[in-house]
């Protein structure tokens, strides 16, 4: 399994965002990347200086939101609903992007529930629950 350090993390979202401004070719990982970063035009200036990127910190403590961590979850959600994993993942993305008119706010409920799930894990020391991602999900679709 992959591991990336956060240090890794923050270079992938830099250099993703510095290629695709380039209109260079981008492996299909950074292609999805890019396609997020696009939706957050706000992340733009963090993004575009690695080293201040390298340097940053997003303490929750002090109200500061991390771009890379909100980044990285579109990531997940976009592969887990490509392949269905947690199985249901899927049809609760569609079922939210219609009720909700957007990908893009379904992606957004989606994280809240993988945020509390992963929560829930660590508090606990147990692996993360799918089968309560799924209904949270479920009851979000509604």
């Avoid at 380039?22 to 706000?42: G, K, N, S, V």
């Avoid at 690695?50 to 980044?71: I, K, M, R």
Wanted: aromatic share 8%.
């Amino acid at each position: 399994m992959f591991t990336p350090s956060q240090q890794d993390v923050r270079r992938f979202f830099c250099d993703s965002f510095k290629k695709s401004h380039a209109r260079e070719i981008l492996t299909p990982i950074e292609a999805i990347a890019a396609d997020w970063i696009h939706q957050h035009p706000e992340y733009d200036e963090v993004l575009s200086n690695l080293d201040a990127a390298l340097e940053a910190n997003y303490s929750v403590d002090q109200g500061n939101s991390n771009p890379f961590l909100h980044l990285s979850m579109h990531l997940s959600i976009t592969e887990q609903i490509s392949v269905d994993q947690p199985r249901g993942v899927r049809v609760a993305f569609q079922t939210l992007a219609k009720k909700l008119n957007s990908e893009h706010e379904a992606h957004h409920q989606i994280m809240e529930c993988l945020g509390e799930m992963m929560w829930n894990s660590q508090r606990s020391g147990l692996p993360p629950d799918g089968d309560a991602y799924i209904e949270a999900l479920r009851k979000r679709a509604g």
